[in-house]
Structures are given as C-alpha cells and as structure tokens.
Nanobody, 111 residues
Framework: QVQLMESGGGVVQAGGSLRLSCEVS????????INWHRQAPGKQREWVAT???????SYAMSLKGRFTVSRDNAKNTVFLQMVSLEPEDTAVYYC?????WGQGTQVTVSS
C-alpha cells in the first residue's frame, strides 16, 4: 500500500521561505514520479511541480521560479523548497503519486 505524508507547513511572513517534505512508503521515489499540488481557499486544486523517476523536474509557470522540487532517495522523501513566498501562495499543499494523495499540509503566508 502506497502512502504519502506531507509535513513542513506553517505560518510565514511574505518574503519568507519554507521547505515541505513528502515522506513516501510503499514505492521507491527514485523510480517514480511524485507531484506537488496545492489548493487555496475557494479555489480548485492546481498542479505545482513534478519530479520524475529519472529526476527531471517541471514547474507551473505561475510560480516564477520561486519553488524547487528535489528528493532524497535514502530517505525516500521528496521536498518542495519555497522562497519569496507571497500571500497568494497560501494553500494546502499535497503530494501525489498517480492517484494516491497525501493528507496535505497547510501553508499560510501573511502580508
């Protein structure tokens, strides 16, 4: 059974940084693509970033290069480093493998 668990969310001031973690069990992140999504209040869930099994990364253009996805194969964990955070980044952030979602972690950016 595949499980994903996000952590690292919190409250941060605009301009600050956070690093989210997605701890994965049941599959090997070094051989599987993991996606990050987010859902802001009153909005649809949107795709944020992907790291493929081969390590290729891709990002939503709206992020303007502020987010970086990476992974630690030894820890079987995927990370989302976020810098220059804006109030518009406030959302619940989820990681996903195919159709399996984590429970999400709340990120709140205050102005």
């Amino acid at each position: 059974q595949v499980q994903l668990m996000e952590s690292g969310g919190g409250v941060v001031q605009a301009g600050g940084s956070l690093r989210l973690s997605c701890e994965v069990s049941g599959i090997t992140v070094g051989a599987n693509g993991i996606n990050w999504h987010r859902q802001a209040p009153g909005k649809q869930r949107e795709w944020v970033a992907t790291i493929t099994g081969s390590g290729r990364t891709s990002y939503a253009m709206s992020l303007k290069g502020r987010f970086t996805v990476s992974r630690d194969n030894a820890k079987n964990t995927v990370f989302l480093q976020m810098v220059s955070l804006e109030p518009e980044d406030t959302a619940v952030y989820y990681c996903k493998w195919i159709t399996t979602w984590g429970q999400g972690t709340q990120v709140t950016v205050s102005s």
